[in-house]
């Protein structure tokens, strides 16, 4: 699995960004993918998760009630809409997928085989 991630920028805080990745290879119904972010000088932290098979969605505490994570079956394709940004949401957003999506460890980077490039977004106060 490829993945392809784009969407970020330059915005106000208050603002809002649509950041998007796109899938190539295989997908199954076991698959899941996800959005991790990384600051400067922090660790990798779980942002938002999908279960392609079930369609259930999983936040992370920080961002819950922002941002809203959707998926496009017939594109491979999922969303992070990001509303309300604040300054420490500045960070390298990278999309992540795994074909062994499990609820009980959706929120560890190591537990996900497939990353995308990483895109930057950029709150300004």
């Known amino acids: 699995v490829q993945l392809q991630a784009s969407g970020g920028g330059l915005v106000q805080a208050g603002g809002s960004l649509r950041l998007s990745c796109a899938a190539s290879g295989r997908i199954f119904s076991s698959t899941g993918m996800g959005w991790f972010r990384q600051a400067p000088g922090k660790e990798r932290e779980f942002v938002a998760a999908v279960s392609w098979n079930s369609g259930n969605k999983y936040y992370g505490a920080s961002v819950k009630g922002r941002f809203s994570i959707s998926r496009d079956n017939a594109k491979n394709t999922i969303y992070l809409q990001m509303d309300s940004l604040k300054p420490e949401d500045t960070a390298v957003y990278y999309c992540?997928?795994?074909?062994?999506?499990?609820?009980?460890?959706?929120?560890?980077?190591?537990?996900?085989?497939?990353w995308g490039q990483g895109t930057l977004v950029t709150v300004s106060s």
């Open positions: 992540s997928a795994d074909n062994t999506f499990s609820r009980l460890t959706y929120a560890a980077p190591r537990a996900w085989s497939y």
